[in-house]
């Protein structure tokens, strides 16, 4: 049942705060603080003189949360602290948030039940969802494999063992009617598996957001399959059961939740600057990420309800059933409702 993850990379950098309380946040002390105590007692932490001085620790993957932030303006007007530490891959921010290195980072749901499985002492708190797009099995230019059933025995790349990708290359060979013995998986962190997939080590690899974007574009590889169907597209965001427990993280992080659903709303309604954002971080054209663009478009915010908990459930059981994890676990209990959505 244990879940073995690899050795963080991490830089970490400060975002000066604001003094300044917004809307949404003010509605969440007035209405939503039924988990951290009664409003009376509540109003004190909220002020904005405390607010100032609460430090949100924030695990980013590849520097892409804070990176756009910054283009959609949401980074002017934070009320608390943001140290941020830049991962490479889900694994490696799940370490950081079992180490209590971070108080919350984002990932995939996989990972996530992955890392609850291995003892994380975390809870969900806010969900976003496109559907499944995003993650994709990609194949180099040229190659023979035209269909999902081409895939026995080949070579494919899951990235890490318990990501996103490791779960759709699951349900891949099982829509094809095969086996994991049908194949050879090769499980390498992203990089690694970059590498191996540009020097023809392997025959497909599981992957998704700017590695996806930047095979697509340099390598010109193309993608076999996508996401929807097999994975959830739940993309969610987890906090340490210790923030949970202070009253101002908890609204720092209710802050930080909007933020995340309002950056997706900017890409939406700017997809000219969304365009130019994502390929000035990917170091692609522009042409290359307008491709990738339905993935970042059809993400919404999503309540973090019974039917939430319920899917966290199946993707537990279906790593259960591949033999990825074992033993018994009620994700119910590590899905937190005390954040709103709107």
Not at 153 to 178: C, D
Not at 292 to 299: F, T
Not at 320 to 327: Q, R, T, W, Y
């Amino acid at each position: 049942m244990t879940f073995q993850f690899l050795t963080k990379s991490s830089q970490e950098m400060k975002v000066n705060p604001a003094m300044t309380i917004s809307r949404r946040m003010f509605g969440f002390f007035l209405g939503g603080l039924a988990a951290v105590g009664s409003l009376a007692a509540a109003l004190p932490a909220v002020a904005a003189e405390d607010l100032s001085k609460v430090v949100l620790r924030v695990g980013d993957q590849t520097g892409a949360t804070k990176a756009k932030f910054e283009a959609a303006g949401l980074l002017a007007d934070i009320p608390y602290q943001i140290e941020w530490s830049v991962y490479p891959a889900a694994v490696n921010l799940h370490e950081a948030l079992k180490a209590d290195a971070i108080d919350i980072g984002q990932a995939a749901d996989s990972p996530t039940v992955s890392a609850i499985a291995g003892g994380s002492k975390i809870k969900v708190v806010a969900n976003y969802s496109n559907g499944g797009l995003g993650s994709s099995l990609i194949i180099p230019a040229g190659s023979p494999i035209k269909t999902i059933e081409d895939l026995k025995g080949k070579t494919i790349s899951p990235t890490t063992r318990g990501s996103v990708a490791h779960y759709l290359v699951l349900g891949v060979l099982k829509k094809a009617g095969l086996s994991q013995d049908d194949v050879k998986l090769a499980f390498l962190n992203p990089s690694d598996a970059s590498a191996a997939f540009q020097a023809g080590s392997i025959d497909a690899w599981g992957t998704w957001g700017i590695y996806k974007a930047r095979s697509i574009g340099a390598l010109k590889a193309t993608v076999l399959i996508d996401g929807p169907g097999i994975n959830t597209g739940n993309f969610v965001l987890s906090a340490t059961d210790n923030a949970l427990a202070d009253t101002g993280k908890v609204a720092a992080i209710a802050d930080f939740s909007d933020r995340v659903e309002r950056a997706f709303d900017w890409s939406k309604k700017n997809k000219d600057a969304y365009l130019d954002f994502y390929a000035a971080f990917t170091k692609q054209d522009k042409a290359t990420v307008e491709g990738l663009y339905p993935d970042e478009a059809a993400y919404v915010r999503l309540p973090t309800d019974d039917a939430f908990a319920a899917s966290l459930q199946k993707v537990f059981d279906t790593w259960k059933e591949a033999g990825v994890l074992s033993g018994d676990l009620k994700l119910a209990d590590y899905v937190y409702r005390g954040l709103p959505t709107n």
